[in-house]
Each structure stands twice: as structure tokens, then as C-alpha cells.
Nanobody, 124 residues
Framework: QVQLVESGGGLVQAGGSLRLSCAAS????????MGWFRQAPGKERDFVAQ????????YYGVSVKGRFTISRDNAKNTVYLQMNSLKPEDTAVYYC?????????????????WGQGTQVTVSS
């Protein structure tokens, strides 16, 4: 089992940047593919990005590709989401998640463990 704690959310103006962190504890962090999802009020939880166990492979949702960067530091048991050129439509609660599955996993039910979420609000 792994416990996940997100941090780094906040209020930012459109065009600004934020860096989210997700600290993991418990079983071997490097054994998990890590993902970021987001959920806006009244909407479903959507895929944002995923990083492989080694950090060498990443995958992004269409709406964030080219603006967001996912990375991980296995020595620090942490996964990051660098968000640049933020837009009001990026406003949501952002969650990190861990899965033991392989390949690209776009759906929340593929992930076994979740953090509590961190709020990101982008003002226009």
C-alpha cells in the first residue's frame, strides 16, 4: 500500500505557473506508474498526465500537452506536475494517483491509490 499527499495548489492568474508535488510513503514508490487527474465542480475526474516507473516515459491529456510537465524523483518518493501558461479552464482539484498496471492508463478506475487532492484556481 502507498499513501499519497499532494501540495502546491493555490490561486494564480491566467498565464501563470504552479508546481504541484505528490509525496508518497509506504511500499516501493518506483514500483508504481504515477498519474495526475483533475476534477472541476460538477464534472468527471479527467486524466492529466502519467509518468512511467523510471520517469523515462510520459503521456499527457490533449488539453494540457505542451503546457504541463510531469516528472518524478524516485530517490525522494515524489512526483511533480509543472503547470505553465495556466488558463481559467484548468481550475480544478488536482489528484495524484498510483497504479501497478503497465502501459497508458487514462481512466481513474485503473489506479489503486489516491491522494486527497489540492485545489488549483486560475483567475482570468
Amino acid at each position: 500500500q502507498v499513501q499519497l499527499v499532494e501540495s502546491g495548489g493555490g490561486l494564480v492568474q491566467a498565464g501563470g505557473s504552479l508546481r504541484l508535488s505528490c509525496a508518497a510513503s509506504g511500499r516501493t514508490f518506483s514500483g508504481y506508474v504515477m498519474g495526475w487527474f483533475r476534477q472541476a465542480p460538477g464534472k468527471e475526474r479527467d486524466f492529466v498526465a502519467q509518468v512511467s516507473r523510471s520517469g523515462g516515459t510520459t503521456y499527457y491529456g490533449v488539453s494540457v500537452k505542451g503546457r504541463f510537465t510531469i516528472s518524478r524523483d524516485n530517490a525522494k518518493n515524489t512526483v511533480y506536475l509543472q503547470m505553465n501558461s495556466l488558463k481559467p479552464e484548468d481550475t480544478a482539484v488536482y489528484y495524484c494517483a498510483a497504479t501497478t498496471l503497465y502501459n497508458i492508463q487514462l481512466f481513474p478506475n485503473a489506479y489503486d491509490y489516491w491522494g486527497q487532492g489540492t485545489q488549483v484556481t486560475v483567475s482570468s
